[in-house]
């Protein structure tokens, strides 16, 4: 079979960009993304598309309408496609057997039946949401078990690797692409197919084939090594704070060791997103089902070092302006999980968010992508603690940072943004209450400048000499 129409069930942060890139490297291969919320359709459809990714734009006004196209018909799109991506959400449970760890498999599930449903011919049917290993098992066992005579279905694993932020370069340079299938003639021959497809850009020789149990387990076990650099690196900033190293010297030095390398070793406010902590909580829940304990203890330590990190950084906070919080203006600079991107999705701005404002604190809060919809929805979400009546009072959304931080007694920077560094502090100095706090959460500002000009500044990793601003503020005391 030549691959000549390709479906994706599910039109999110992973299928949008795949299939789009797909859609601009493979003109002779026609791409349909569908979804079952209107609502995202017609975003993808219009000029303002439901994601924010830099670089996207282009490729979806490229390739939108030749051959990418975005719909709701979902049963045109199964029933026309040789190939169908399964790219809908897998959250983590949050009732029932496995709450709080296992992935919620529903949407998986009732994509596989769908496809059962509508299928009138062959398919090979692509796994591409991060799901527990395994998955792969459920949809063949759906599709096997409903299987219309003179259609065969073969069901590949083919994890996606790409970051929210980096998302277009991640599929266009991709260091690998992994796919795993069965060890038969036919899954064999499916594997190829799929191959082919991807052989458009990617050199042959960066696309790895295996079974689709290791191929599964490659994902979480990706996702897991990246999160325990993280875990490392904080870890290490709390001792480097009681003891006066600095850690981005130590990841310096580190990071020098080729075993070692120098990427993901920036300490940090936390990890977020959607991915880490939710394959983790997958990861220990295979554990345990496979009474492997001590595996689950071992990985459970990288998301509670997490959460410590987290809270740490808020206590300091708290301390830091004389252990009351209560009716200040805090500015929060930065609310997605990252920067170039505007998922809130396990955002550590959440936590330290949310901990104010049970402490009493007024949030002034910008970001250049989340929409204000969504932080409200993150601050008043079910599983969080927060009123929505106290959230509403409380925080206040603003446009801009200069904006946000006018009136405050301290700034709390949460995110990464580029544009964060370039901020004139001088002039955000004057407009602050004095004495005029920041907590630098990810390591991006100039921290000796910022103590010339006054500010009391604390970041992660690192304890700061007061010496700067005691020249700038004379006999003003010290907490
Ligand atoms: C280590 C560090 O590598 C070195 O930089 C430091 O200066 C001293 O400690 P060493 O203990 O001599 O060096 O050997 P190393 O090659 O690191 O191996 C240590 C142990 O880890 C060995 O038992 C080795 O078999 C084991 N190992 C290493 C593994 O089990 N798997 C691996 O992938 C690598
Ligand atoms: C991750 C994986 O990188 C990607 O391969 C996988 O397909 C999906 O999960 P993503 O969650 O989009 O991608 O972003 P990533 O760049 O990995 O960052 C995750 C979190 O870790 C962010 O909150 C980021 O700020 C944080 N981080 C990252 C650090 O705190 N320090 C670092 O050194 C790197
Ligand atoms: P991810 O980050 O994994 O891409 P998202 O939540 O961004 O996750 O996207 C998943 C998308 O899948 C959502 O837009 C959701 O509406 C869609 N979806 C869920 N189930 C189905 C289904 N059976 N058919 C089509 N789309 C689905």
Not at 163 to 176: F, K, P, S, W
Not at 331 to 358: C, M, Q, Y
């Amino acid at each position: 079979m030549v691959i000549e129409k390709i479906c994706c069930l599910g039109a999110g942060y992973v299928g949008g960009p795949t299939c789009s890139v797909i859609a601009m490297k493979c003109p002779n291969i026609q791409v349909t993304v569908c979804d079952k919320s209107v609502e995202r359709i017609n975003q993808w459809n219009s000029e303002k598309l439901p994601i924010y990714e830099p670089g996207l734009d282009d490729v979806v006004r490229q390739c939108r309408g030749k051959n990418l196209f975005f719909s709701t018909d979902i049963a045109k799109g199964i029933r026309e496609a040789d190939l169908i991506f399964i790219s809908v959400n897998t959250p983590t449970k949050t009732f029932g057997n496995g709450k709080g760890r296992a992935a919620d498999l529903k949407y998986v599930e009732s994509a596989a039946r769908m496809i059962a449903d509508l299928a009138t011919s062959n398919k090979i049917v692509v796994e591409k949401s991060t799901v527990p290993v395994k998955a792969a098992e459920i949809i063949m066992k759906i599709l096997r078990a409903n299987t219309k005579p003179g259609v065969e279905y073969q069901i590949l694993s083919n994890p996606e690797f790409l970051a929210e932020g980096t998302a277009i370069v991640d599929l266009v340079e991709a260091e690998r692409v992994l796919i795993g299938g069965e060890d038969t003639p036919e899954g064999q021959k499916a594997i190829q197919e799929l191959c082919w497809v991807y052989e458009h850009w990617i050199p042959a020789k960066n696309i790895l084939t295996t079974n689709t149990w290791s191929s599964e387990l490659s994902k979480l076990a990706a996702n897991a090594f990246l999160a325990q650099r993280i875990s490392s690196i904080n870890s290490l900033s709390a001792v480097c704070e009681a003891t006066g190293a600095d850690v981005s010297e130590v990841a310096r030095a580190v990071g020098r060791d080729s075993r070692i390398g120098p990427k993901f070793l920036e300490a940090s406010i936390g990890f977020g997103g959607s991915c880490f902590q939710k394959d983790i909580l997958n990861l220990i829940y295979l554990c345990e089902c496979l009474n492997l304990p001590e595996v689950a203890a071992y990985w459970q330590q990288v998301l509670s070092l997490n959460d410590y990190q987290k809270t740490r950084f808020t206590r300091k906070v708290i301390e830091s302006l004389f252990n009351t919080v209560s009716d200040k203006n805090i500015a929060i600079l930065g609310f997605s999980f990252k920067k170039n991107t505007g998922d809130t999705r396990e955002s550590p701005a959440i936590h330290v968010s949310k901990t104010l404002l049970d402490e009493g604190a007024k949030l002034h809060i910008y970001d250049p992508k989340v929409e204000p919809d969504q932080i409200f929805y993150e601050l008043t979400s079910p599983y969080l603690t927060s009123e929505p009546e106290i959230v509403k009072k409380n925080v206040e959304i603003h446009d801009t940072a200069y904006s946000a931080v006018t009136g405050a007694h301290a700034i709390v920077l949460c995110t990464e943004w580029d544009e964060f560094k370039v901020l004139d502090f001088k002039k955000i100095y004057e407009v602050m209450m004095k004495p005029a706090y920041i907590f630098d959460g990810r390591k991006i500002l100039n921290h000796e400048a910022l103590q010339n000009i006054g500010f009391h500044v604390q970041t992660i990793g690192k304890r700061l000499s007061r010496v700067g601003s005691i020249r700038a503020q004379g006999s003003q005391t010290m907490p």
